[in-house]
Structures are given as structure tokens and as C-alpha cells.
């Protein structure tokens, strides 16, 4: 493993992640309000449109693809091998990602956006207190530590088994 390829790479993907859920917010703010808290979703729900949302997800799935594609193949290029290597190789890459998300999408901008979701402008849940305790700390202390880390570890040293 090579710990400053990691660092890079993790930097790399974390802009390409924040840069494209931002972009895909400002084409379709009303579709990223299913992922919100549920007092933010109930509000929003009657402007939210369906083919926004699958626009969305078009977007978002294509994007852990790629992360995950790239984070093996420049790995196996960095000449990180074995299955254990690579596993935590994609673990930490994805980590920084979550730290990013963690600090940008989830802690700086949603009082920033909070007029943009039709319906859900004067919701409690957009106060920070309310969004840091009942979405951002247990999605990123739990969810992405346990689940999406390990997922993304697993997709990469699965990968890069492939990769001769």
C-alpha cells in the first residue's frame, strides 16, 4: 500500500464526489430532498418529481462506479496487490470521501440551500443541531464506517483482483 497515492487519490475523489452531488443539486434541488431528514422529505414531497429523481440516481450510481473503478485500477497501478491490501486501500480512499461529504454537503451546506427546496424553507430539521443529530453524525459515525466503507473496500479489492 502506498499512503500518499491513498491521500491523493481519497483528495482527488472526494472533489470529483462534493464537485459532482453539487452539481446534480443545482440541476435538481427538489430530487435531492429524498435524502433529507424526514420532516424536510413529508414538506417537499408534493413538488418532488419522479423523473428528477431517477435523473438523479442516473447520476449518483454512475459516480460510485467510477470512484470505485479508478480507486482499483490506480491502486493496482500503484502496485498495491492481495485482496487485504486493496480492501483497505478502498476502505480509506472511501473515508475521505465520507469526511468530505461529511464537512462540506452536510455540515456547511445545508444553510446555504435551505431556500432552494420548495416546500421545506422553514422546516425545523434544517437547524443545524437538528440535521448534525438526526442525519449527518449517525450516517457518518455508523452508515459509512460500517456499510458504505467496507462496501467500497471490498468493491476495489474486488476490482483489482481482476486487474493481471
Not at 413529508?42 to 438523479?56: G, L, S, T
Not at 473515508?95 to 425545523?124: Q, Y
Request: aromatic share 14%; charged share 15%.
Amino acid at each position: 500500500m502506498d499512503p500518499a497515492r491513498i491521500i491523493l487519490d481519497g483528495f482527488s475523489m472526494s472533489l470529483l464526489f462534493n464537485a459532482v452531488v453539487g452539481l446534480g443539486f443545482l440541476l435538481w434541488p427538489q430530487a435531492y430532498s429524498t435524502m433529507f431528514p424526514g420532516e424536510i422529505r413529508q414538506a417537499a414531497a408534493p413538488y418532488v418529481d419522479r423523473r428528477e429523481v431517477r435523473n438523479m440516481r442516473l447520476l449518483l450510481f454512475p459516480l460510485y462506479l467510477v470512484l470505485f473503478i479508478y480507486w482499483a485500477v490506480s491502486a493496482r497501478c500503484a502496485g498495491t496487490k492481495g485482496f487485504h491490501d486493496l480492501f483497505w486501500t478502498g476502505y480509506a480512499e472511501m473515508t475521505f470521501v465520507s469526511m468530505s461529504d461529511f464537512i462540506i454537503l452536510d455540515c456547511w451546506l445545508p444553510g446555504k440551500v435551505r431556500h432552494m427546496i420548495k416546500g421545506a424553507e422553514n422546516c425545523r430539521a434544517w437547524e443545524r443541531r437538528e440535521w448534525l443529530m438526526k442525519l449527518a453524525i449517525p450516517e457518518h459515525v455508523l452508515a459509512w464506517p460500517l456499510l458504505v466503507c467496507p462496501l467500497a473496500g471490498l468493491s476495489v479489492a474486488g476490482l483489482g483482483a481482476l486487474i493481471p
